[in-house]
């Protein structure tokens, strides 16, 4: 988890966001901190989205989307369908 990859508005004091990357520091991500980032990549405000409609929405509102964060959700997306043997669009009830 990388802080300089957040994408929006910081608003938060620089003590606050110190705070945040040092206890960010502090952590080894396992399969429950990537399966919340996946669950983000795909979460809009009417539900479950398409991986890359998503990205595309968030780049539009925030005039930027890294590409580096961008494969990363992909290859999240691919991990977990590795798992479950399933598409995550059937793991999530979501037509294609």
Same mark, same amino acid.
């Given at each position: ?10 608003? *938060? ?8 990357? *040092?206890?960010?520091?502090?952590? *080894? ?16 405000s009417e ?31 691919a991990y ?16 294609k």
């Amino acid at each position: 988890m990388r802080l300089d990859e957040y994408i929006g508005n910081v608003d *938060t004091s620089d003590e606050e966001y110190e705070l945040i990357r *040092t206890e960010l520091s502090k952590i *080894t991500p396992d399969d429950y901190d990537r399966l919340i980032q996946l669950c983000d990549a795909l979460a809009g405000s009417e539900g479950v989205m398409n991986i890359e409609d998503r990205m595309n929405d968030v780049k539009r509102r925030y005039g930027n989307f890294p590409q580096a964060k961008w494969d990363s959700n992909i290859r999240l997306r691919a991990y977990f369908e590795e798992k479950a043997s399933k598409d995550i669009y059937e793991l999530v009830e979501k037509d294609k």
